[in-house]
């Protein structure tokens, strides 16, 4: 290999470091002249008496185990004294989201990563719970009931829900956070994370979690907020901090990677006209935009404020082909967006999940933009996007002929009419209305006319009346169906699930889990297993009906199988399983959990056949 190629390496690398270290001292201007920083330790004083408290309502949560007519397993659960704690295990009481693990990363289903997203940005659920009264938090504690170890970041809001009056400024600010951590243990426990003080009283408590690492469900029974009514009395330290040793991902946490004003930073701020730009002007311009690459996105904002050379590469639309907003959820608004219009007109990816809430984006602000930013979108990305509303579907419809991907999940505000714009995007591949109020009605229409649908959630949509005549449109229409999310669907059947089964030949992830009118008895399970040999991913959690007979059907049939969820069976032996393992090499999870004939001897002699599948069996003291 010619020596030049390893030293292209080097030099990229290098540049890379410099215009980093660059974006850096931009703006951190008077604060690295100094090497000392202020820590600030807070002292209540004896007459500020401490105000303890249980949430009082859940406002919003991004997904959960349960269904939305039910409290089982639902994160309204968590309002409230606790219904659980101290006691462990697997219970219903108890508020739990809706994966854990790779697993779900792991599927046919799973979208690409984002690039660009902060190392420190890992949640991936939140719940956000209201309190009684607005206090200054002195602590927060979870009471965790089994697998803990979820909750990475607390965050609390300035904004008081109950309220009549709305707030000129809504902040949040960041109490705690931590990365993703193991906890070899499934036991409770009151997770009493220390906590910042904060010059605000909040009642607005959100906590976000990373199931990543959990080898099951996380489940959490309440929540209690420790607060003063009064501001405490704060004794101010110097503490000998050298600016120069803060790692960058220490330094991002900070200067507020994900909280801090993104518009100031996207504003074109006055640019330095130095003498020269160093040497990055000889570099050729591709290489250049390659090393700017692997800047995040406050830092490409900070970059473009250095000097003229740099501010052209830096708002160079290439550069924003993929645009991830979702981990600077707290401080977009109408105005980021404004500012980032002209530089995404190339846009292909955009990423505005959880974002824009409690008007922090309108409809008009997200209009404009889509107008300008619109045209080149394959992938959309609005979970959790409660800003939404029908106009804002209209606008989508229009302004994105090539959008592929959309993702509306818990858009639960979003009104039943809204969803027949979507009918519109004839080129949809994939299309995510999990916990959504679509009707039967808008979503015949979107699957007789998005004929190319790929990958389609419905799972936890209770609006739909019929479910076995979308089956059948689904069977008819969408003939290169790999993935279907039927979770929860209430009143499926077996004349449902044979149109699936004819039509949707290319199936390779089946999610059944929780259809209570599904019989094994009517051979639904079986004709699944002998019509879809390409089945990779198949849930049948919580149908007590499931036998060995199905169990050898998928042994025989399909053999690329590597998930496979039977909770709450009564008929399936291990004798079957041991069949199926055999036969299924690929097999990487088996829950059995509370499956009355495999006990934990079963379970045991599994393991120590078939060490590399992950068998869980959960259990309730």
Known sequence: MSPVFPMLTVLTMFYYMCLRRRARTATRGDMMNSHRTIVSNSRTSPLNAEVVQYAKEVVDFSSHYGSENSISYTMWNLAGVPNVFPSSGDFTQTAVFRTYGTWWDQCPSASLPFRRTPSNFQSQDYVELTFEQQVYPTAVHVLETYHPGAVIRILACSANPYSPNPPAEVRWEILWSERPTKVNASQARQFKPCIKQINFPTNLIRLEVNSSLLDYYTELDAVVLHGTEDKPLLSLKTSLVDMNDLEDDDYEEKDGCGMDGLNKKFSSAALGDGPNNGYFDKLPYELIQLILNHLSLPDLCRLAQTCRLLHQHCCDPLQYLHLNLQPYWAKLDDASLEFLQARCALVQWL?????????????????????????????????????????????????????????????????????GHIAKLYSLKRLILYRTKVEQTALLSILNFCAELQHLNLGSCVMIEDYD?????????????????????????????????????????????????????????????????????????ANRSVCDADIEELASNCTRLQQLDILGTRMVSPASLRKLLESCKDLSLLDVSFCSQIDNRAVLELNASFPKVFIKRSFTQ
Do not use: Y
């Open 469 to 541: 005549v979308i089956a059948s449109m689904i069977g008819a229409k969408c003939k290169n169906l790999r993935t279907l999310d039927l979770w929860r669907c209430k009143n499926i059947t077996e004349n449902g699930i044979a149109e699936l089964a004819s039509g949707c030949v290319l199936l390779e992830e089946l999610d059944l889990g929780w259809c209570p009118t599904l019989q094994s008895s009517t051979g639904c399970f079986a004709r699944l297993a002998r019509q879809l040999p390409n089945l990779q991913k198949l849930f049948l959690t």
């Open 351 to 419: 990423n505005l999940s959880w974002t824009g809430n409690r008007g922090f984006i309108s409809v008009s602000g997200f209009s404009r933009f889509l107008k300008v930013c619109g045209s080149e979108l394959v992938r959309l990305e609005l979970s959790c996007s409660h800003f939404l509303n029908e106009t804002c579907l209209e606008v989508i419809s229009e302004m994105c002929p090539n959008l592929q991907d959309l993702n509306l999940s818990s858009c639960d505000k979003l009104p039943p009419q809204a969803f």
